[in-house]
């Protein structure tokens, strides 16, 4: 059993591999629109948020232009019937095991709801999720960075001291996220971000497997 009571885990990269279906709604929504895909080939990542995406793809466009690519997208995406991704390697035996000890678990995440919770779902994790923080919780039009969610989590989890709480993730923006918050941070490998910026975001752990997490 682990120290750590309340964990934050990101989704993309952390508890599922998502990015076939994201790349695949992107390049749907740039066929739509005739759009050029070779700055898309080189400059995509999974983890930012969808507006950051958008922004990052189309970088000189009005702001009404990027809407209606967002818009397309989220047709595609967030309005699938079903998607491809799964969980990572022992993930759902480490949130099992996690869930036995009497962990909180929430997930804080760039996804927005509607897929989120699909694919939460899908994976079987809904019984074992307290909350789930993405940024359209309240407003999708006045969406939550990353940092704010982390402390809009943290809010509701109201543990004695922020350092008694993990976040878990695969990009340098899930453990600098928490490290504004004074969360206790784990980097892990398995996911979307290398270990050259995870280590360079100075994170407390970094994990190369699922089945560490409950021994944090």
């Known amino acids: 059993m682990g120290r750590f ?8 990269g952390t508890l599922g591999d998502t990015e076939p279906d994201i ?20 400059v995509f990542r999974v983890g930012p948020s969808l507006h950051e995406t958008s922004k990052l793809l189309f970088p000189d466009a009005a702001g ?5 690519i967002e818009e397309t997208y989220k047709s595609f995406y967030d309005d699938a019937e079903t998607y491809d991704a799964i969980p990572y390697p022992g993930i759902t035996d480490a949130v099992k095991r996690l869930a036995a000890d009497g962990v909180k678990m929430f997930v804080v995440t760039n996804k927005r709801l509607k897929p ?6 899908k994976f079987g994790l809904n ?14 039009e006045h ?25 878990v993730g695969d990009t340098e923006i899930d453990i600098l996220s928490g490290k504004a918050s004074g969360l206790s941070t784990c980097g892990v490998t398995w996911g979307y971000g290398s270990r050259e910026v995870i280590s360079g975001a100075d994170p407390d752990f970094i ?5 560490s997490i409950p021994e944090l």
């Open 64 to 68: 009404e232009f990027r809407h209606v």
């Open 23 to 42: 790349r695949q709604a992107w390049r749907n929504t740039l066929a739509k629109h005739s759009l050029d895909d070779d700055l898309f080939k080189h």
């Open 5 to 12: 009571q309340t964990i934050f885990f990101d989704f993309d």
């Open 207 to 211: 994990i190369d497997n699922a089945a």
């Open 116 to 121: 989120l919770r699909k694919l939460v779902a």
């Open 143 to 167: 969406p939550f960075s990353k940092p704010e969610l982390v402390k809009l989590a943290l809010r509701v989890a109201n543990p004695p001291c922020p350092a008694d709480v993990l976040i």
């Open 127 to 140: 019984e074992y999720c307290t909350g789930l923080f993405t940024p359209d919780i309240f407003d999708p």
